[in-house]
Nanobody, 124 residues
């Protein structure tokens, strides 16, 4: 059974940085793409970053490109999201996710397993 456990959220001021971590278990981590999503109150869940199984490809929407960086350590079964220059509009619950097919590259679609989420709050 795939399990994803996020950590690293918190309350920060605008302009600060945070690094989220997601520990995965239950299958061979290095075979699957990983991603981060977020959901703010009253809004739909939004893709914020994806990474291919061997870290060859990463994907970001324009809203976070240049500020957020996704990375993974396959030896530790962990994926990270480094968030710099945080703004109040980045406030959301952040979710780690993984896909169901080894052919997925980390693009926004195909995510089948989700963590419980970690809250990120950015004050102005």
């Amino acid at each position: 059974q795939v399990q994803l456990v996020e950590s690293g959220g918190g309350l920060v001021q605008a302009g600060a940085s945070l690094r989220l971590s997601c520990a995965a278990s239950g299958r061979t981590f290095s075979n699957y793409a990983m991603g981060w999503f977020r959901q703010a109150p009253g809004k739909e869940r939004e893709f914020v970053a994806g990474i291919s199984p061997r870290s060859l490809n990463t994907y970001y929407p324009d809203s976070v490109k240049g500020r957020f960086t996704i990375s993974r350590d396959n030896a530790k079964n962990t994926v990270y999201l480094q968030m710099n220059g945080l703004q109040p509009e980045d406030t959301a619950v952040y979710y780690c996710a993984t896909t169901n097919s080894p052919r997925d590259s980390g693009r926004p679609g195909g995510y089948a397993y989700w963590g419980q989420g970690t809250q990120v709050t950015v004050s102005s």
